[in-house]
């Protein structure tokens, strides 16, 4: 089994469990900021998925790259967001 193979399926694991919880919290309180979280390490699993299956050499040099600064976008904008909320 080749390594590159392994080590996206274990960081794309990551990525969904971190989801996976977010979505849970999201579920138990409703608060928006932990959904944006949801959906950007969704986005965030799915760099590595893609770039593994499709045998990206380099991913910083793909498209798929511009998921993981949506994601990083998505972050920034909810956290802006609920600190506007509170003040």
């Not at 979505?23 to 138990?28: H, P, Q």
């Not at 949801?38 to 511009?66: C, H």
């Amino acid at each position: 089994m080749n390594l590159t193979l392994v080590t996206g399926g274990a960081i794309f694991m990551g990525y969904a469990v971190a989801a996976v919880f977010f979505l849970k919290f999201w579920r138990r309180t409703a608060d928006s900021l932990f959904l944006a979280f949801a959906a950007a390490f969704l986005l965030l699993a799915a760099t590595p998925l893609l770039t593994t299956l499709l045998e990206v050499p380099r991913e910083e040099q793909s498209p798929f790259y511009l998921l993981r600064l949506l994601a990083f976008l998505i972050i920034i904008v909810a956290i802006i967001g609920k600190s506007r909320r509170r003040t």
